[in-house]
């Protein structure tokens, strides 16, 4: 599943476009074969935020899709929501930010009722994939090139664009690769 919808930065967004404008959220072609023609069939209902968020029905439904040509399936994500990950991309930014001004596990954990294990592993994730964020991200956004360490280069990054952003972004670019 490599279908990630552009500029969809909240699940009431998601929402919305789900109720409004369905056709906004099919894939123009299939990520396997590249033709175009592909079905609605069906969704599945995930989990979208571990977080207990009121405004917004959790689970939400995420669209199926079915090329007619190559007879697989794919689905698409709103900007929003990572993949394989169980919470929102503005939950993982709050995190390296509070992490990047000082803040310890424990205090991270208790602003955010997260594990501090779950920290420590997106933390860790971060820096082990720091030199591709950095390749990727310094040709799509621009100025990061000065950034040298791991605060530094995600700092200015999200300076300039959401962590949901740059991840499509790097998303994107590591799919045409």
């Not at 072609?29 to 009121?54: F, V």
Request: hydrophobic share 35%.
């Amino acid at each position: 599943m490599r279908n990630i919808i552009p500029d969809i930065t909240s699940l009431s967004q998601y929402i919305e476009v789900q109720n409004n404008d369905p056709e906004h959220l099919r894939p123009t072609c299939c990520p396997y074969c590249g033709n175009e023609g592909l079905w609605r069939h069906g969704h599945y209902d995930r989990k979208a935020s571990r977080k207990n968020i009121s405004e917004v029905p959790n689970p939400v439904s995420i669209y199926r899709y079915f090329c007619p040509h190559c007879h697989r399936t794919c689905s698409t994500l709103p900007e929003c929501i990572p993949q394989n990950k169980w919470y929102l991309w503005d939950i993982q930014q709050i995190v390296l930010l509070l992490s990047f001004i000082g803040k310890s596990l424990v205090v991270i954990a208790k602003k955010t009722t997260l594990s501090r294990r779950t920290i420590s592993r997106w933390i860790n994730h971060f820096k082990k994939h720091l030199q591709n964020h950095k390749e990727v991200l310094c040709k799509e956004v621009g100025d990061l090139s000065i950034a040298l360490g791991f605060s530094d280069f995600w700092l200015s990054c999200l300076n300039k664009v959401s962590l949901s952003r740059a991840m499509f972004l790097y998303y994107a670019v590591k799919i045409k690769i």
